[in-house]
Each structure stands twice: as structure tokens, then as C-alpha cells.
């Protein structure tokens, strides 16, 4: 069993940043590929970010290209999102989930094991 905690959301101006974390106990993180979601109000899930088990690749959906990077410190258990240049637009509740495999370019209709309960962030204009 794994428990996800994510931390970091909140409320921030257009234009502003916020770190996201999500912080892994139970099994061996650095066994689970890493993924953050989003659900923003009245729309359904979003695939944000993916970070392979190593840190060594990771992938973006186009929305948050250039402006979002996900890395995770295998040490300290935890995967982080780095939202810069944040848009009205990225108001959502974000989540974390860990999937033993990294679905490199496909991450609708995949099996993950585990899922935090969610940080929201929302974006004043």
C-alpha cells in the first residue's frame, strides 16, 4: 500500500507560481512512476505531468509545456510539480498518482495503483 499526500495548492494572481508536492509512505516510491492530474470544475480529468522512476524522463500535456516541471526526490519520497506563469485557466484540483509503469505518451484508460486526495489550486485574473 502506498499513501499520497499532495500539499502546496492555493490561490495566486495570474502570471504567479506555486510548487505542488505530493509526499509517498508505504511501499518504495522509487518503484512507482509518478503522474500529477488535474479536474478542473464541470470538466473531467486532466493528465498533467509523468516523471518515469528515476526522474530521468518525464512528459508534459501541451497545455502546461514551458511552464510546468515535475521532478521527485526518490530520498525524500516525494514528486514535486513547479507551476510558473499560471493562468486563470490551470484552476483545478490537482492530484498525484503512482503507477508501476510509465506510460510513456498514454496516460487515459491506464491502471494507477494509488491516488492522493487531491490540493486545489485556483488562478484570480
Known amino acids: 500500500q502506498v499513501q499520497l499526500v499532495e500539499s502546496g495548492g492555493g490561490l495566486v494572481q495570474a502570471g504567479g507560481s506555486l510548487r505542488l508536492s505530493c509526499a509517498a509512505s508505504?511501499?518504495?516510491?522509487?518503484?512507482?512512476?509518478m503522474y500529477w492530474f488535474r479536474r478542473a470544475p464541470g470538466k473531467e480529468r486532466e493528465f498533467v505531468a509523468a516523471i518515469n522512476r528515476s526522474g530521468g524522463s518525464t512528459d508534459y500535456a501541451d497545455s502546461v509545456k514551458g511552464r510546468f516541471t515535475i521532478s521527485r526526490d526518490n530520498a525524500k519520497n516525494t514528486v514535486y510539480l513547479q507551476m510558473n506563469s499560471l493562468k486563470p485557466e490551470d484552476t483545478a484540483v490537482y492530484f498525484c498518482?503512482?503507477?508501476?509503469?510509465?506510460?510513456?505518451?498514454?496516460?487515459?484508460?491506464?491502471?494507477?495503483?494509488?491516488w492522493g486526495q487531491g490540493t486545489q489550486v485556483t488562478v484570480s485574473s
Open positions: 498518482a503512482a503507477a508501476p509503469v510509465y506510460y510513456s505518451g498514454s496516460y487515459y484508460y491506464r491502471a494507477y495503483n494509488y
Open positions: 508505504g511501499r518504495t516510491f522509487s518503484n512507482y512512476a
